[in-house]
């Protein structure tokens, strides 16, 4: 070979090297952009459990707390306990699209996950709980939900003394322990242990870039850039503040009926019917039917709603499939929970009551 097509192959496959260095470091300068937005706007969930105001967590509060979620007895029926609605092994939600409670009534909104629920600023769909605290005395008190009443909670844990031995460790400085207030500052104890850390999401966010794949990549990159993340953003990806439902368009009346006008029934601000709290999208691909009517069983179908009465536009079947892979890369680690043995009732505990 002449000197001059050594020198020309040469230059060529110097070329051929020097292009691929050149497209691998664009690649790695675009991942880095979108990894620096995404830093920007969410944050990764910590592995520690979060500190609760007003109320320490204690390894005695939490088995405590456990131990209330799953008790049935709480309820009036004593067939409804936490776990009922907020089901641990299905994402923290029930099963169907609103949840069914004392006699069978069917209430009118979507349970929230009970994961992760220790990052919102509030909790329920319309925010009027402030903490997990009131949240827990929440649907004890509904009728159309555990029909109970404060006192018969608190005849009920009394009548157990198993139940009034570990109030007594839970609550070591109160006189009396069983109290209705230490009940649920004893299940907010337990949820907030109810963290689910180490999603792929969460390592791509403290620097991992090979944690997301490439359509993962590509539908973060959407769900920032089409603006998804103006209302689901923080460690929750949602779950920090409100907004109204069909701000472009409004959906059906099957999405969203006319007689729930979601936060307005908190502040009876006429700005904010049919507000709701956006909802946390961390491990939404577990918890099927979607939105507070759970009337929409297909994440995909999900995403094609939110963009169009959302943000007014129309995704193509490419985008709400990157979307959706990125959703799916929210999917933590999700806590083993060991079913407790709960206390035996006693003589004088409440018997159940199924009436209405």
Not at 33 to 43: D, H, P, Y
Not at 65 to 88: Q, T, V, Y
Not at 197 to 202: K, R
Not at 308 to 334: R, Y
Request: aromatic share 8%; hydrophobic share 40%; glycine share 6%.
């Amino acid at each position: 070979m002449k000197k001059s097509a050594r020198w020309v192959l040469h230059l060529v496959n110097n070329l051929s090297i020097v292009a691929v260095a050149i497209l691998a470091s664009s690649q790695v300068s675009a991942d880095d952009e979108v990894m620096t937005a995404a830093r920007q706007i969410f944050k990764a969930i910590p592995s520690a459990v979060p500190v609760v105001k007003d109320n320490p967590v204690t390894r005695e509060k939490i088995e405590l707390g456990k131990m209330l979620f799953f008790d049935p007895r709480i309820s009036a029926s004593e067939i409804i306990s936490c776990n009922s609605c907020h089901n641990l092994g299905t994402g923290g939600v029930d099963a169907g699209p609103t949840s069914v409670g004392h006699g069978w009534q069917q209430g009118p909104r979507r349970a929230p996950t009970v994961y992760n629920a220790v990052f919102n600023v509030a909790q329920f769909w319309d925010g009027r709980a402030v903490d997990l605290k009131a949240q827990a005395k929440g649907p004890v008190q509904a009728s159309v939900e555990m029909n109970a009443t404060a006192d018969r909670v608190i005849n009920t844990l009394n009548s157990m003394s198993n139940y009034v031995v570990r109030f007594k460790k839970a609550f070591p400085s109160e006189e009396p322990p069983v109290t209705f207030d230490n009940f649920a500052k004893a299940i907010e104890a337990f949820e907030a242990t109810l963290i689910t850390p180490a999603a792929p999401f969460d390592q791509y966010l403290e620097g991992n870039p090979n944690a997301l794949d490439d359509q993962q990549k590509a539908g973060l990159k959407l769900f920032m850039e089409k603006g998804c993340s103006s209302c689901h953003n923080g460690i929750n990806v949602g779950g920090q503040d409100y907004f109204p439902f069909g701000v472009i368009e409004r959906p059906a009346a099957s999405l969203l009926p006319t007689a729930d006008k979601g936060r307005f029934a908190v502040t009876k601000a006429a700005s904010d019917e049919y507000v709701f709290r956006a909802a946390p999208l961390r491990n939404v691909a577990l918890r099927a039917p979607y939105f507070h009517s759970g009337q929409v069983w297909s994440l995909k179908q999900a995403v094609g709603v939110m963009a169009k009465i959302q943000l007014g536009t129309k995704l193509s079947d490419k985008e709400e499939n990157d979307i959706v892979a990125f959703l799916n890369s929210l999917t933590g680690q999700l806590p083993k929970i060991e079913y407790p043995i709960l206390p035996p009732r006693s003589a004088g505990t409440p018997a159940p009551s199924l009436g209405r």
